[in-house]
């Protein structure tokens, strides 16, 4: 494991508004699946009080070892997995806990991760291709990715995950570099990909040009969406009756994909539009408590400007469903 970072100040995106949202109490269970550096977590265990229980899961085992010492004065409180989200009822089972009060995911890249050169998530510095939220799991890297996969691949990420209208550029002009020779580094695929946009596009854009592309490889890597399904077509049966979950996503996909989870719990009848009486006795599973997303104000993003894409929704159980819910 690599040793953590004094240096490193984390700024928890939304923490206040998740801790409302969530209104944690005292004796209460509760699941963070994204841990991180554990701003959120122990903000949480703050607000709950005298009891309350946390179980924090990462992939990045870097975040870990923080996490551990900035959860310190909770310790006996705390039990930290090296797992992913997706993966959170492994460790509920292990701790015994058949439901809990409360969930948090806070999805995406870290700000370690991403200012961590070495890690090979920016394009802003000279690092090996890697993207991999794990680094020591046996997952493909991006440089897998960029030099082995075809040019309808590359091209689908990028316009799909990376939502890049250059994506058919990017690709072929991936393809033929890496034909001369192997892309081996983030400075060199940057390269790449900012030459591969028209003159036009690169002087009149807000970002640089790979920001899109590398967005799109580092959720291919670390399939992003495919956890994100995985946790959404579990958690609400592991939460109470009154328990509550917020999501934080950065990406349109992803929020997408929360908020039409959200809307499916609940609704109520799903009978056919052409029956006129409900026969399924279907009732609302959840209620939504933020009819819009929650976003950050004028103070938090003068503070964090990365909370800027950021946006929370929550939702809180109602009744114990006889089905999965999704």
Request: net charge neutral; with cysteine; hydrophobic share 40%.
């Amino acid at each position: 494991m690599h040793s953590p970072n004094p240096s490193f100040t984390h700024i928890p995106v939304l923490r206040d508004t998740v801790i409302r949202q969530l209104a944690p109490v005292a004796g209460g269970r509760y699941l963070d699946g994204t841990l991180g550096f554990a701003g959120h977590a122990r903000a949480l265990l703050e607000a709950a009080g005298e009891g309350a229980q946390l179980c924090g899961l990462d992939r990045d085992t870097e975040a870990l070892d923080r996490a551990k010492i900035h959860l310190a004065p909770f310790a006996e409180r705390v039990h930290l997995f090296h797992l992913r989200y997706s993966q959170f009822e492994l460790a509920l089972d292990e701790l015994g806990w058949e439901q809990i009060d409360g969930a948090l995911i806070d999805i995406g890249v870290s700000s370690m991760q991403i200012d961590n050169d070495e890690r090979g998530f920016s394009f802003h510095g000279e690092a090996r291709l890697d993207m991999r939220m794990d680094q020591y799991s046996s997952e493909q890297s991006a440089w897998h990715i960029v030099n082995r996969e075809c040019y309808d691949f590359l091209k689908d990420i990028i316009a799909r995950l990376g939502e890049d209208p250059m994506a058919g550029r990017i690709a072929r002009a991936i393809c033929d570099a890496r034909n001369k020779a192997p892309i081996n580094t983030t400075a060199e695929l940057a390269d790449i990909v900012y030459k591969a946009y028209p003159v036009a596009w690169r002087k009149k854009a807000r970002n640089h040009p790979a920001t899109r592309t590398f967005q799109a490889l580092r959720m291919a890597v670390n399939n992003e969406l495919g956890e994100l399904e995985l946790f959404l077509s579990a958690i609400v049966r592991r939460l109470k009756v009154g328990g509550r979950l917020a999501v934080i996503t950065f990406h349109s996909l992803e929020d997408r994909m929360v908020k039409h989870a959200m809307r499916h719990w609940a609704e109520g009848c799903r009978c056919p539009r052409h029956v006129l009486r409900c026969e399924c006795g279907h009732v609302p599973e959840v209620l939504i408590l933020t009819k819009k997303p929650l976003i950050a104000d004028e103070a938090e993003l003068a503070r964090n400007p990365r909370a800027s894409s950021a946006k929370l929704r929550v939702i809180e159980k109602l009744v114990e469903a006889e089905h999965d819910p999704r």
